[in-house]
């Protein structure tokens, strides 16, 4: 699993023939990977939000307390767990377009497999930071295409031009997946959980915005 892991990285043509030999003898050969890296941005995340936190304004720091960080870390799990079964089912459900005949845990298996850059790159939230985000999700999107695109045709075993039009169709569903599960899943976190704050740095005697006094004109009341 984590010879596979490393080698999309760095290989992925010769990877994925064999991976689909695996997956032929074993349908399920997936599932340690995607259970097993699916932790790294949820527990890096856990240590990221409970003892790191985002940095706002100067010094000052926004944190989640641990149970609201651990909320928001098994639903992320979760998120991916289901984000990847639906993309696997809407990639067995298009094959029979193209002439591709893979069963349904084959399908999940690929797209678990295509995610790996995204996985790995989990670990960028042991460090909460917006820039770093939002590099490290352009690196992951660009990293996640390029397999994608490089993998379908050889993984599914079918000629490049339908290969391309299936990729570009699976990319087009995967984008819409992934925003819509993540989006859920956080809407969820907010509204229904109700995660507690505590920033730290300035006014840390008050260690969410509420609980600060207000001002009034002459001073604070």
Known sequence: MTLHALQLIS???????????????????????????????????????????????????????????????????LAILAGTAIMGWFVHWMSRTFEARPSLQQCIGFIAYTLTPFLFLGLAGLY????????????????????????????MRIRQSPGFLYAVSVFSVGLLVLLSVLLTALLFWQYQLRPNYERTGIDQGYPVRSERPVEGPGGRD
């Open 11 to 77: 290989h992925p043509e010769q990877t994925w023939e064999e991976i689909r030999r695996e997956e032929d003898q074993n349908g399920l050969h997936f599932l340690p990977h995607l259970l097993l890296l699916g932790l790294i941005p949820a527990v890096s995340l856990f240590i990221g939000n409970s003892y790191v936190g985002w940095s706002l304004v100067g010094e000052e720091r926004v944190r989640l307390d641990p149970v609201s960080a651990l909320q928001f870390s098994v639903l992320l799990y």
């Open 128 to 155: 909460p930071n917006r820039w770093l985000a939002v590099a490290v999700l352009a690196v992951g999107l660009a990293h996640w295409t390029y397999l994608l695109f490089v993998g379908l045709p050889a993984f």
